[in-house]
């Protein structure tokens, strides 16, 4: 890979510790090759589909609809900034469906050179094991280079200090 420049780096968060280690190792990535980061949230499908069929008759649905989602996008951006972003270029997104399709559709739509996504999130290893991961998804379908962190993978100084302001024992 001599030669590689990774300016627009895609990074999933489902707000997970598991995700956290990925945002991690973005930051470092992005540090090195003086990167954008573009941090995804995706909702769950079926609370959206429900909601945007109800918002298209119901002007309190839509305006509760258009709530939450600036409400997960402050929570989405800070998630983030609990980590040292100073320098970082940093964009927020929030996407709604089926989570694997979406990260790819985000990676398409804003042409980035990289995904860096963790092994495990919210659902957990059983969930994975019985119904495929969303990293394994995106590795396969991905049209660009993708970079998984496993659980016990990816260590910095960040990730000790999100902890640290979580309560989450080490």
């Known amino acids: 890979m001599h030669g ?9 968060t489902d707000f997970s510790d598991y995700s956290a280690r990925g945002i991690c ?10 990167s954008d980061l573009y941090f995804v949230n995706v909702w769950p499908p079926e609370f959206m589909f429900e909601a945007e069929l109800r918002a298209k008759v119901d002007a309190e649905v839509k305006r509760r609809l258009e709530e939450e989602t600036r409400k997960r ?3 989405l951006k800070t998630f983030v900034e609990e980590f040292d972003i100073s320098g970082i270029r940093a964009h927020y997104l929030i996407k ?5 399709l979406e990260i790819i559709i985000a990676a398409r739509e804003l042409e ?8 495990h999130g919210l659902t957990g ?5 019985l119904i495929g991961s969303v990293a394994e998804k995106v590795v396969h379908r991905a ?20 902890r640290e302001q979580r309560g989450i024992p080490e």
Not at 25 to 34: V, Y
Not at 125 to 129: G, I, N, V, Y
Not at 143 to 162: A, Q
């Open 112 to 119: 980035v050179d990289l995904i860096i996504i963790g092994t």
């Open 73 to 75: 996008e402050d929570k």
């Open 125 to 129: 290893l059983l969930a994975s094991m």
């Open 25 to 34: 190792a973005a930051i470092s990535m992005a540090r090195h090759f003086d």
């Open 4 to 12: 590689t420049q990774f300016k627009k780096i895609l990074v999933p």
């Open 96 to 100: 709604s469906g089926p989570p694997y």
């Open 143 to 162: 049209s660009c280079p993708v970079m998984t962190i496993r659980p016990e993978g990816f260590e910095c100084d960040e990730l000790v200090r999100h």
